[in-house]
Structure formats: structure tokens, C-alpha cells
């Protein structure tokens, strides 16, 4: 046995004696290749690119409606014409998918102002129109929220007093921006109630600073982008319709 051990020992020492140890050094060197009009277009490449690039512009281009005035987020003081058309887009296009799911209509709808990237311009409505609107691939959801967290929404929008887009509730302010009403299908938010709002998920999420949407009582995924419901609602009407209302709006001398 110790003869064993002892050849063991000496066949780990023959082993390890034997290994080299070789060092590697690397040079790196840098360049740095402007990318402007100097470099050469490989036509091999543009050649192969462009049926692609003229069909997506095609695509992109083609009118779906008409919009007879420019529509943009300066429109109003706490409700603008193209913030009112994205969240009545939303509550149109969505609700259908919610009943069917789950036999529940949605009760509001709140997007935020900054989400609106682009203005609407006069003139012909196109896929790349709604896709200035909305560049981002925002999802609809909605989100099934007590009556408290109703009144914190609200007073998120007290706080802002900024012409977040909504649809379904009417919510009148005073002049330092003082919910004085608020109301959904001409009743007042009940606290004892839930209510179902569909917004997207990025401020479902807490962007923008919307707490009130964490946690809810039950979150519903409609499998719809906001932009394609965008692209969707241009393709099923002639002419856009959209105009600032009294849906969110700040009362004098109240």
C-alpha cells in the first residue's frame, strides 16, 4: 500500500514539474472609421434592400383617413383635442376585446401628455401617422382598482394639473386645480366600488409616476399595442373627428 501511495506522490510531482507555464501578450489597436459621405455604398446591398424599403413605405404612406385640422398637445388647458381622440381610441377599440374576455365594460381611460409624441397633422391620416403618435410598443391593460385608489388617481391629476388624456370620467377643477367633481357615468366615484381603467402598461407599471396603478385588484392584458389600435381606428373612419370638451375641465369662480 505504501508503495502505492508513494508512486501516486511521485507521478503527481513528475506531472506537475513537467507542465510549462507560457505567457500570451495581445496588442490592441484602435481606429476610428468616420461614417459620412466618404465611404463607398455597396449598391449589392441597396440593391437587394430596396423592393423591401419601397413596399414598407407603401405600407406606411397609404392614407386610411383624413383629419380636417392640425391636432396637437397645445391645444387646451386640461383636455386637448389629440389627448381626447388617443384615450377615445383606447375605450373604442379596446372595450369590445375586455367584454368579450370578461363580460365587464371599462370604466375610464387615463394615458399620460407626455406619451403623445407627435402632432396630427391636416390632411391625409397614415400608418406612419400613428406610428409618430406612438413609437413606442406600449400594450393595453386594464387594471381593476378600488374606489381609494380611484381618489389617489385623482389626486395625481390635482398634483399634475396637466391635460392627461381620459375618457369615461368627467372631472371638473377650480382655479388652483382642486378637483371640485369627478364623476363616471354621471355618478360619483364610489369608494365602496371597483372600477375598471384601462391605461398602458408602462404606466400601469408606474410610469410617469402613476403609483396608483401598482397593485391592483385584478390586471387584465388585452393583447392590443396602443398603436395598433391607433392604426386600426384611422382604418375603419373616413374623417378624424376630435375637438376639446368639457370632459376635464377647470371651472372659474367656483
Same mark, same amino acid.
Do not use: W
Given at each position: 500500500?505504501?508503495?502505492?501511495?508513494?508512486?501516486? /506522490?511521485?507521478?503527481?510531482?513528475?506531472?506537475?514539474?513537467?507542465?510549462?507555464?507560457?505567457?500570451?501578450?495581445?496588442?490592441?489597436?484602435?481606429?476610428?472609421?468616420?461614417? #459620412?459621405?466618404?465611404?463607398?455604398?455597396?449598391?449589392? /446591398?441597396?440593391?437587394?434592400?430596396?423592393?423591401?424599403?419601397?413596399?414598407?413605405?407603401?405600407?406606411?404612406?397609404?392614407?386610411?383617413?383624413?383629419?380636417?385640422?392640425?391636432?396637437?398637445?397645445? #391645444?387646451?388647458?386640461?383636455?386637448?383635442?389629440?389627448?381626447? $381622440?388617443?384615450?377615445?381610441?383606447?375605450?373604442?377599440?379596446?372595450?369590445?376585446?375586455?367584454?368579450?374576455?370578461?363580460?365587464?365594460?371599462?370604466?375610464?381611460?387615463?394615458?399620460?401628455?407626455?406619451?403623445?409624441?407627435?402632432?396630427?397633422? &391636416?390632411? &391625409?391620416?397614415?400608418?406612419?401617422?400613428?406610428?409618430?403618435?406612438?413609437?413606442?410598443?406600449?400594450?393595453?391593460?386594464?387594471?381593476?382598482?378600488?374606489?381609494?385608489?380611484?381618489?389617489?388617481?385623482?389626486?395625481?391629476?390635482?398634483?399634475?394639473?396637466?391635460?392627461?388624456?381620459?375618457?369615461?370620467?368627467?372631472?371638473?377643477?377650480?382655479?388652483?386645480?382642486?378637483?371640485?367633481?369627478?364623476?363616471?357615468?354621471?355618478?360619483? /366615484?364610489?369608494?365602496?366600488?371597483?372600477?375598471?381603467?384601462?391605461?398602458?402598461?408602462? $404606466?400601469?407599471?408606474?410610469?410617469?409616476?402613476?403609483?396608483?396603478?401598482?397593485?391592483?385588484?385584478? $390586471?387584465?392584458?388585452?393583447?392590443?399595442?396602443?398603436?395598433?389600435?391607433?392604426?386600426?381606428?384611422?382604418?375603419?373612419?373616413?374623417?378624424?373627428?376630435?375637438?376639446?370638451?368639457?370632459?376635464?375641465?377647470?371651472?372659474?369662480?367656483?
Amino acid at each position: 500500500m505504501k508503495f502505492y501511495r508513494l508512486a501516486y /506522490i511521485l507521478l503527481c510531482f513528475f506531472l506537475i514539474s513537467s507542465c510549462k507555464t507560457e505567457h500570451y501578450s495581445a496588442k490592441i489597436e484602435e481606429k476610428r472609421i468616420a461614417i #459620412d459621405s466618404d465611404i463607398q455604398q455597396d449598391t449589392s /446591398i441597396t440593391n437587394f434592400i430596396q423592393p423591401y424599403k419601397e413596399h414598407i413605405n407603401s405600407v406606411l404612406d397609404s392614407a386610411l383617413a383624413y383629419n380636417p385640422s392640425n391636432l396637437s398637445t397645445s #391645444d387646451g388647458d386640461l383636455n386637448t383635442a389629440i389627448g381626447n $381622440l388617443m384615450a377615445d381610441i383606447v375605450l373604442e377599440q379596446a372595450n369590445p376585446v375586455f367584454r368579450q374576455r370578461t363580460g365587464h365594460n371599462i370604466d375610464a381611460v387615463l394615458l399620460n401628455y407626455g406619451g403623445i409624441r407627435s402632432t396630427l397633422n &391636416k390632411g &391625409k391620416v397614415t400608418a406612419r401617422s400613428a406610428y409618430a403618435l406612438m413609437p413606442f410598443e406600449n400594450e393595453i391593460v386594464v387594471a381593476q382598482l378600488t374606489g381609494a385608489k380611484m381618489k389617489e388617481m385623482l389626486q395625481y391629476l390635482e398634483d399634475a394639473g396637466t391635460a392627461h388624456p381620459v375618457s369615461g370620467i368627467k372631472i371638473k377643477m377650480n382655479d388652483n386645480y382642486k378637483i371640485v367633481e369627478a364623476t363616471i357615468d354621471g355618478k360619483p /366615484i364610489d369608494t365602496s366600488k371597483t372600477y375598471f381603467v384601462a391605461t398602458s402598461d408602462y $404606466l400601469q407599471q408606474g410610469g410617469d409616476n402613476m403609483a396608483f396603478f401598482n397593485n391592483p385588484e385584478k $390586471l387584465y392584458n388585452v393583447d392590443y399595442k396602443l398603436r395598433n389600435a391607433i392604426i386600426d381606428y384611422f382604418r375603419k373612419v373616413d374623417t378624424i373627428e376630435a375637438k376639446v370638451d368639457n370632459r376635464f375641465i377647470r371651472i372659474k369662480d367656483l
